[in-house]
């Protein structure tokens, strides 16, 4: 089996702003694994955060030298492991002809609805941004500051019926979230995600949750759930972070027999990244794989997504 590592780079169509900082493109690294008459593709997204770029993923997929069972023992959890784990199902997908959803014995996927992501900026900016998506029905707002409380105020008044969750990208503290919490309530906010520092996150065991709570950069694959316990109360599942549909699905059904909820989530990337999560996000709380709606670029053969939410991918892009 031949494996190729490529880097791609999609302009975003407005500049992208977290609490750890801005971008105007994504820059992204496509695998392709061929053989035996099939080709099969798969995209990650490397993150700082996690303490990857895009050189040091490409090495590890370029020295990847097993078979697709070896992955697991092979690689960690984390970008390299999932663009290889996705281009290998897309690759025996193609060569089978059959879909993914098939091969693992699953129902064919539905839309989803999708949250739609409007990026930390002054309270003004952040309520022009409400008003211009205020039809969509669900508003993720990138949060993450001790001055948050007037952003939470300005979106609200410009999308006044949308459904609304917050991600704090870890920008807060325990005592800016417990002042903040009440605020969250009265706002109509669904869930907030990742309100603490994943290292610092033991105080949502000892604080009031009076909305659900959950985990980002606190969960990363099956093995990351023992540490969650009695802190939070949903996991947000990414592929890049899970290292592949097949480690994630793993954790959706462990997490879910746990009792938490699910919410499935992605990087800025293109189409092909959010194409395998699209199984992964049926039926869960809620789905955030807006990467592509971001974008003034995409894929040749692009997912659809419309008022019934984002659609799984066509053969032509993956699967």
């Known amino acids: 089996m031949?494996?190729?590592?490529?880097?791609?780079?999609?302009q975003l169509a407005e500049v992208f702003t977290i609490s750890r900082g801005s971008r105007t493109e994504a820059q992204v690294l496509t695998v392709t694994v061929e053989g035996d008459g099939a080709r099969g593709m798969g995209e990650c997204v490397p993150y700082a955060r996690y303490g990857e770029t895009l050189e040091s993923v490409s090495a590890q997929i370029a020295g990847f030298t097993g078979a697709w069972p070896d992955l697991p023992d092979a690689l960690p959890a984390g970008a390299a492991r999932n663009a290889l784990d996705c281009a290998f199902w897309d690759h025996a997908a193609k060569r089978a002809g059959k879909r993914?959803?098939?091969l693992l014995g699953l129902p064919a996927p539905?839309?989803?609805?999708?949250?739609?992501?409007?990026?930390?900026?002054?309270?003004?900016?952040?309520?022009?941004?409400?008003?211009?998506?205020?039809?969509?029905?669900?508003?993720?707002?990138?949060?993450?500051?001790?001055?948050?409380?007037?952003?939470?105020?300005?979106?609200?008044?410009?999308?006044p019926d949308a459904d609304i969750i917050v991600d704090a990208n870890e920008g807060w503290t325990a005592e800016v979230y417990a002042d903040l919490a009440p605020h969250?309530?009265?706002?109509?906010?669904?869930?907030?995600?990742?309100?603490l520092?994943?290292?610092?996150?033991?105080?949502l065991a000892e604080i009031a949750r009076p909305l659900p709570v959950c985990a980002d950069e606190s969960c990363h694959d099956r093995g990351s759930l023992p540490a969650l316990r009695g802190k939070y109360d949903m996991i947000n599942i990414k592929l890049d972070k899970t290292g592949g549909l097949t480690e994630a699905l793993a954790l959706k059904r462990q997490a879910q027999a746990e009792g938490y909820?699910?919410?499935?989530?992605c990087m800025v990337g293109s189409s092909l990244a959010m194409a395998p999560a699209t199984i992964l996000a049926q039926g869960v709380a809620?789905?955030?794989?807006?990467?592509?709606?971001?974008?003034?670029?995409?894929?040749?053969?692009?997912?659809q997504f419309d008022h019934l939410g984002v659609h799984p991918p066509a053969t032509a892009l993956w699967g």
């Open 286 to 303: 809620f789905t955030d794989l807006d990467g592509p709606l971001l974008l003034a670029e995409d894929r040749d053969e692009p997912l």
């Open 2 to 10: 031949k494996v190729s590592v490529t880097r791609d780079v999609f």
């Open 110 to 159: 539905t839309p989803e609805i999708t949250a739609f992501t409007l990026s930390l900026d002054t309270p003004e900016a952040m309520q022009r941004q409400a008003v211009k998506h205020a039809s969509r029905p669900l508003l993720k707002i990138k949060l993450g500051t001790p001055d948050d409380m007037a952003r939470l105020e300005a979106v609200r008044r410009g999308a």
């Open 261 to 265: 909820g699910v919410m499935v989530g």
């Open 184 to 195: 969250l309530i009265r706002l109509g906010v669904k869930m907030v995600e990742q309100p």
């Open 100 to 102: 993914v959803w098939d």
């Open 197 to 203: 520092p994943a290292d610092a996150d033991d105080m």
